[in-house]
């Protein structure tokens, strides 16, 4: 079955960096579109980024400029590096994997991670 494991999770100060993993299993990595979403509390799931199968990639505009998502086909694994984060990049960070291209929505991703949780202090 399809496994997501989200790493690199923490605390940063504001104006900090950090780089997230989501390891891949059982699936073929490299065909699907892999996204980062994301859950403050008490808000709903949020989309934070997206790459499909040819390295094409797709950013919520709270994050451009910032945040830089990227794929290793050979190592079955996605990656989020955030830079300049700002507390209100805290969150929990979730990995999810579709078979289909591109999607900001939440219901149309079939697989997640655990996510991991970011918090940036001021």
């Known amino acids: 079955q399809v496994q997501l494991v989200e790493s690199g999770g923490g605390l940063v100060q504001a104006g900090g960096s950090l780089r997230l993993s989501c390891a891949a299993s059982?699936?073929?990595?490299?065909?699907?579109?892999m996204g980062w979403f994301r859950q403050a509390s008490g808000k709903e799931r949020e989309f934070v980024a997206a790459t499909n199968w040819s390295g094409g990639t797709s950013y919520a505009d709270s994050v451009k400029g910032r945040f830089t998502i990227s794929r290793d086909n050979a190592k079955n694994t996605l990656y989020l590096q955030m830079k300049s984060l700002e507390p209100e990049d805290t969150a929990v960070y979730y990995c999810?994997?579709?078979?289909?291209?591109?999607?900001?929505?939440?219901?149309?991703?079939?697989?997640w991670g655990q996510g991991t949780q970011v918090t940036v202090s001021s």
């Open positions: 999810a994997a579709r078979a289909r291209g591109i999607s900001y929505s939440r219901y149309e991703f079939p697989y």
């Open positions: 059982g699936l073929t990595f490299s065909m699907y579109t």
